[in-house]
């Protein structure tokens, strides 16, 4: 055989073994990059519009950036809370949202945090603020906001405020609490019309709060609350 | 060694005099503004929002430069012959494209890396702190601009128009990410030829989610350690060999008339 034939040959084969090589390592790649099943069963594409979330789904997968449609139909989201037009239907497709904005961002814990407490503690329907809960705690196993939160919505939910004040009581205690917990707890006491207390934990928060964004929140809870104990002694 | 060296630093000079510069310019002022404008607009924490949306730019401003390059290039190489002065000196064909590739992967890493910095610098002065994750991101991205800019190069020594190698690029890169969705499909009930094809598909195609980091970086499931970084690099040099190959072989049998 002609030498320059051997070394195309040669060529040849270590072309051919370098490619099943990278296929390889592409296939035992993929069980790195996808560790979980990423898809999501749940029926909420069927309320949500197709035409949207199927749009979304495409373009985050088609060019790599789940994370970037993630967060601009969050902010999307965000706004159709914030339109109160859509409180007529009770916010009805808030956890379809949440949940299709959690799928393409699953790890973006504010989505279940916020989508959470404003299903229960505001449209009160736990079921879904369990769920969402539920699969943010499948996807970020680590984080013990959910936990707390989840724990919170489950004595709101029966009413049980007897095991929700100490309970939150003592997470808050601990320091580091998130704020939603300081927001529970206050209005619980609101509710059942403990407004010192309400007053004293709002006046903590004010003093040792290290955000002004929280020290200013904290003010206008105290200036609603010294506003309801002069009107309700 | 040192011909393909010439090559890469001419291809580094070229690109960056023909205003290269400018468009990263704009990349880094209208991406990271747009970043750092949703991060504002969101609900949550705005740094990790910032540099969460950071990292697309990064992507992004590289792929845009890396495309524009190949435009560039294809009109002055191709269009107007200057490939001719080129393969006329001492210089085998697959060295002038070896020198292709890595001219063209200092130009984008340099802006990858660039972009990277101000999207860190940025953070830093906003009070967020840079986790570890941002740089392996930064990392895989560069890894990621290796594989493309072979890929591109190839498909402009495969493609008779601009237009043609521009557009095979972007849809690969496209095609790319949806290695995650055939894996999928293959763990569904559908006929046997159909998976063999998929299967065939997925080997040939590049896997781009092999290197998107950037979607997790804030994933706890997250295994990142030596392993993973050498399995990704060799699957980077492993696929860019093939296709640097295939390239080579167009271009050996490319005709200039």
């Known amino acids: ?233 | 060694m040192k011909k393909v060296l010439t090559v890469a630093a001419f291809t580094y000079r070229e690109l960056i005099r023909s205003n290269m510069f400018y468009v990263w310019l704009v990349s880094v002022v209208v991406l990271s503004g747009l970043a750092m404008v949703l991060s504002m607009l969101s609900f949550g924490d705005s740094v990790k929002i910032f540099l969460d949306l950071g990292l697309v730019a990064m992507e992004m401003g590289g792929t845009i430069v890396l495309l524009l390059s190949l435009a560039v290039t294809y009109n002055t190489e191709m269009d107007q012959k200057a490939i001719f002065l080129q393969l006329a000196k001492p210089i085998t064909r697959g060295e002038y494209l070896l020198g292709r590739v890595l001219g063209f992967y200092m130009v984008v890493g340099l802006f990858v890396l660039g972009m990277g910095l101000v999207i860190a610098g940025l953070g830093v002065c906003w009070g967020g702190t840079i986790p570890g994750l941002f740089w392996a991101s930064s990392v895989y991205l560069l890894m990621e601009m290796f594989l493309l800019c072979t890929l591109g190069l190839t498909f402009q020594m495969m493609g008779t128009t601009m237009v043609g190698s521009f557009l095979y690029t972007v849809f690969t890169i496209f095609l790319g990410h949806l290695i995650g969705e055939i894996e999928w499909l293959l763990g569904q009930d559908i006929a046997s030829w159909i998976k063999t094809l998929l299967r065939y598909i997925e080997i040939v195609l590049p896997n781009m989610e092999v290197f998107n980091l950037k979607d997790r970086l804030y994933d706890p499931t997250l295994i990142l350690g030596w392993a993973q970084y050498r399995d990704t690099f060799l699957y980077a040099f492993g696929y860019s060999f093939v296709v640097f190959m295939i390239g080579w072989i167009n271009l050996e049998k490319r005709e200039f008339k």
């Open chain 1, 1 to 233: 055989m002609a030498p320059g034939n051997r070394v195309r040959r040669g060529a040849i084969v270590l072309l051919a073994a370098v490619f099943l090589v990278q296929g390889w390592l592409g296939l035992r790649l993929d069980t790195w990059v996808h560790p979980q099943p990423f898809k999501n069963s749940e029926p909420h594409m069927a309320v949500v519009d197709k035409k949207v979330s199927s749009t979304l789904r495409a373009v985050a997968y088609l060019t790599g950036t789940k994370v970037l449609i993630g967060h601009l139909f969050w902010i999307q989201v965000i706004q159709y809370y914030g339109d109160t037009a859509n409180s007529a239907d009770r916010y009805s497709k808030l956890y379809d949202y949440c949940s299709l904005a959690s799928d393409l961002n699953p790890c973006f814990v504010t989505i279940y945090t916020f989508g959470a407490a404003a299903l229960a503690f505001h449209l009160k329907r736990y079921d879904q603020a369990e769920r969402l809960l539920q699969k943010g705690i499948l996807s970020n196993p680590n984080d013990v906001r959910l936990k707390l939160l989840l724990a919170s919505i489950n004595y709101e939910n029966s009413q049980n405020y007897a095991t929700l004040i100490p309970f939150l009581e003592a997470q808050i205690d601990q320091g580091e609490a998130p704020t939603i917990l300081v927001h529970i707890l206050a209005n619980t006491y609101q509710k059942l019309g403990k407004y010192d207390a309400a007053i004293a934990l709002w006046q903590r928060c004010l003093k040792n709060s290290d955000l002004d964004s929280q020290r200013i929140e904290a003010a206008y809870y105290l200036q609603e609350l010294y506003r309801l104990k002069k009107s309700k002694p």
